[in-house]
């Protein structure tokens, strides 16, 4: 008899005979002469109730099956008299595999507060919310290589070990088979020869210098995988390990990306808003009454798209005394970026020709000389959620700007080497998936989106 997972059982339109589960208990109820065990397998939102006669050879092992047990039931699927259940398993036999001592099993029938969950990551999936949150993730994670596979996009594994800084803001963790790293008294050369790679090394910070190399390749390419950033910030939108997905498009400009981007967001949403409706209603019943508002927004509206300059002008006209102030040079803040997607234009916004001075080297510098082919896509609660560019296509300017931003151009010679072999116009963005997340189930901080947080001095599981 094969295994029958819960999901496909509550979903049963007539009865099965017989029925075989396995899951973890949820609850037990104790009646004259039955038991009642609420069961999860993980499958869905939804436990399914196991009756068990005490006069049956099923209850034999019943006094050891307490909430957090693990078991197999076999018996009938039979409709449930009880409220607000469509079926229930009558039990012919239990299997008890793994019991869980009631005493010091920490998940017990209350609300635990998420500071609370995290420090016990290991066993927080078999809660309601994260039980959701990690379908709704994998759901979301599947959706995105349909996306991309459907549009023609060839997926790259970028390196997640480099030589190179993307983003030239020297956060990236080191990675060495050195015992103790030495001091920087002597030339660089020398203080990594005896180093596993003879040279400097350290995870990536992003997957787009190489995405680039293989979009003026294969055309249109993407990157799915971990990022890393040794920011020493515990602020709720921050994380040292997260995901970024991350389209390379070859013979395509700022408006490309801008397009891209907001397919990829606004089908993202629908699609997730048709495959888990169950799981997303708890997170706008219990986290964010106004979340489904929210993501039908997002899904279904058409983005405000202005240049940074004209963002800069509506904030500063505003009257509101944000925190962090506004001239033009400076970067948006969430504040910023939240005041014009959630007040002024009350729809995601994609703000576009950022100064030079706070974007990276590798985007397209425009015709004036002051602003960059750089865009941002802004959505309600999050801010920031989408960062891209064209990206600088032509040798002269490209090396100047890598030594404008005070950087070596020979540890760029691979990627200005793609200025002079072929070159072409090209552009792509990066997606924060946690960022995407936290948008799409309300939840405010980012450790509760992702498995297994790495935020500084904690490096737990």
Not at 173 to 197: G, I, N, Y
Request: proline content about 6%; some cysteine; aromatic content about 12%.
């Amino acid at each position: 008899m094969k295994r029958t997972r819960i999901k496909a059982a509550l979903a049963s339109d007539t009865p099965v005979d017989p029925i075989r589960i396995q899951g973890w208990v949820r609850t037990r109820r104790d009646a004259k002469g039955f038991s009642f065990l609420e069961v999860n397998d993980g499958s869905c939102l939804k436990n399914i109730q196991v009756l068990i006669d005490h006069a049956d050879p099923a209850a034999a092992h019943l006094k050891e099956i307490q909430t957090g047990a693990s078991l197999e039931v076999t018996g009938a699927l039979v409709p449930s008299p009880g409220k607000g259940q469509k079926w229930e398993i009558q039990a012919r036999t239990l299997t008890l595999f793994g019991p869980a001592d009631p005493e010091s099993y920490p998940l017990q029938k209350k609300r635990h507060s998420d500071e609370f969950l995290r420090t016990i990551a290991h066993l927080r999936p078999r809660t309601n919310k994260y039980g959701a949150m990690f379908r709704i993730r994998s759901e979301c994670a599947f959706f995105v290589h349909r996306f991309f596979r459907q549009r023609g996009f060839f997926y790259l594994n970028s390196p997640i070990i480099t030589g190179s800084d993307c983003e030239g803001a020297g956060e990236l963790f080191r990675v060495t088979t050195l015992p103790v790293f030495p001091p920087r008294t002597e030339p660089e050369a020398d203080v990594f020869k005896d180093d596993f790679f003879g040279k400097e090394a350290g995870l990536t910070v992003s997957g787009q210098l190489e995405a680039e190399l293989f979009a003026c390749a294969l055309g249109n390419v993407y990157t799915f995988g971990p990022t890393f950033r040794a920011e020493n910030s515990n602020t709720p939108r921050h994380v040292a390990e997260f995901w970024m997905i991350e389209p390379e498009m070859a013979f395509a400009d700022l408006k490309d990306t801008m397009d891209l981007a907001e397919d990829l967001v606004k089908e993202m949403t629908r699609y997730m808003l048709e495959q888990c409706p169950e799981d997303l209603e708890l997170f706008a019943r219990f986290v964010d009454k106004t979340l489904m508002k929210t993501l039908e927004t997002v899904s279904g509206t058409t983005y405000e798209r202005l240049p940074y300059a004209e963002a800069i002008d509506i904030l500063q006209k505003s009257g509101k005394a944000f925190e962090f102030p506004v001239a033009f040079g400076s970067d948006l803040k969430t504040e910023h970026e939240r005041y014009l997607c959630e007040i002024h234009f009350k729809k995601p916004v994609i703000v576009y020709d950022y100064p030079k001075t706070i974007k990276a080297f590798y985007m397209r510098l425009n015709d004036d000389d002051t602003t960059v082919a750089a865009m941002d896509l802004l959505v309600p609660r999050v801010g920031e959620l989408v960062g891209g560019s064209q990206r600088e296509e032509r040798y002269d300017v490209l090396k100047r700007r890598i030594l404008e931003n005070g950087m070596d151009p020979d540890d760029y010679w691979w990627y200005l080497d793609i200025r002079r072999f072929g070159t072409v116009f090209h552009a792509g963005f990066g997606l924060g998936f946690e960022r995407y997340l936290m948008m799409l189930t309300g939840v405010t901080n980012i450790r509760d989106v992702i498995p297994f947080p790495r935020t500084p001095k904690h490096l737990e599981f």
